[in-house]
């Protein structure tokens, strides 16, 4: 009887231990089902993030109704951010690595770019993510002549979901996003190439994708909390 109020079944597969405020994942396909057999669940070009396309909004909602689960993840952003991004020298001396700290507005140009993109809140943004769902999705823009990267901005983890892999290559070609899963209907999502790093300015507009892995997911990983 115990246990019957103290886990709730937040999907198939998916359970919330209200105790331990943890999220337990009793099966893989329930998080990924696009990938059980190696066959598509959906017609859709996205693989979906759970069993009904909206396991990411369900472990927010759950997470934030405990003030200390949520007090947790905010603490580790906080020491993830630490005093934010800093620029160093590097220099090799006695066959040790040594950094030296430089200022920032040493370098105009990449201030400018700091100054530009708000990388601050940027970073903590990114953070925020990767430290709720151990994945990162950032928007890189080039300028005109297609010689650099000008701006940068944050793409939602709960709002993005992964393209299908490509049957051919196992590659991610694309990203999905919308601010109305889990069913968005046509024109209510955009669609995004995923950035490649050995042809940087292929696109117009393009997200890089960064993830820590986990040992059995294929699209979306699972955070170690």
Partial sequence: MALKYSIEELNKGIHFGKKSSTVMEVTKSAIEPDTQMGLASSVYPWANWGADNNYPQQIVDENTQDTTSAGALSFKVKAHYGLGLRLFKKRVEKDKEILEPVLIEQYPEIDDF????????????????????????????????????????????????????????????????????????????????????????????????????????????????
């Fill in 114 to 225: 700091f100054y530009e993109n708000d990388i601050e809140n940027l970073q903590e943004e990114l953070i925020t993510d990767f430290e709720w769902f151990n994945q990162i999705y950032t928007q890189l823009i080039p300028n005109k002549a297609k010689t650099k990267i000008v701006q940068l901005s944050r793409k939602m983890a709960v709002k993005t979901r992964l393209a299908k892999r490509d049957p051919k290559t196992g590659r991610i070609n694309n990203i999905y996003y919308s601010g109305e899963w889990p069913n968005p209907v046509t024109g209510n999502y955009a669609t995004v190439p995923v950035f490649d790093k050995r042809d940087p300015f292929r696109h117009s507009n393009a997200v890089f994708i960064h993830r820590q892995p986990s040992v059995d997911k294929d699209y979306y990983p699972t955070p170690s909390w």
